[in-house]
């Protein structure tokens, strides 16, 4: 019986790219690196900020790499919801979830996160964040699962884990928990065939993966 759905959060519950992308430029364009457009902002998510940096500017210089990651954090938490939503089914859905729990994981900051979620009104849904700095490594470790998973009292086979990318799924999987990617977020599907489950249109086909699980386990 699944009980707990720990989510991703970028590219999964909210598209932030276009934020995200804002807050990169403003901290690469002074150092003289041209700025990026939302679809290579969307490829390049995923690993956390100063992984993010690294892949634009290689990691040979960590000075530059921590003078822009600052910039890019300073500008960010001001500028966090600007343009960042839930996607279509995102805000029903968890509605509709409330007799599990529920739980995010992701690789942005545990702040940055809470402030995100705040800003669009979805915090009250979740029982725990963990951010990519809660923990001593973050995902495709299944050290924050494994964290999600102590704090709430759950078993690995009572839990689903939702996510757009591959550190997602591996994470899960490692965590030994089964998988759903979803199609709408920032990874090709043919990244995500690792999954147990594929939903491609929106968080509501969630719904009749559940009802699949729990009716199996009754």
């Known amino acids: 019986m699944i009980r707990l759905l720990i989510f991703d959060l970028d590219g999964t519950l909210v598209d932030t790219s276009q934020d995200i992308t804002n807050a990169l430029n403003h901290a690469l364009v002074p150092e003289g690196i041209n700025p ?4 290579q902002t969307r490829r390049l998510v995923g690993d956390g900020i100063t992984r993010l940096i690294e892949k634009i500017i290689g990691n040979e210089d960590l000075m530059l790499v921590k003078k822009i990651r600052e910039r890019f954090i300073s500008f960010y938490e001001q500028h966090i919801a600007d343009y960042s939503k839930p996607y279509p089914g995102v805000i029903d859905t968890l509605r509709s979830l409330d007799g599990f729990k529920k739980a995010i994981v992701t690789n942005k900051l545990e702040a940055l996160s809470r402030k ?9 849904f979740f029982d725990l964040i963990v951010g990519g700095d809660t923990t001593p490594e973050k995902k495709p470790s299944p050290l924050p699962v ?16 939702i996510g757009d990318g591959t550190t997602d799924i591996e994470a899960g999987k490692k965590a030994g928990l089964k998988t759903v990617a979803v199609g709408y977020g920032y990874r090709p599907k043919e990244l995500l065939q690792d999954a147990d489950f594929f939903i491609e249109k929106d968080l509501s086909e969630l719904i009749p993966v559940l009802e699949r699980l729990n009716s199996y386990s009754s």
């Open 36 to 39: 990026l457009t939302n679809e």
């Open 116 to 124: 995100l979620l705040l800003e669009l009104k979805m915090l009250s």
């Open 146 to 161: 494994i964290r999600v998973l102590e704090e709430l009292g759950i078993k690995p086979e009572e839990a689903l884990l």
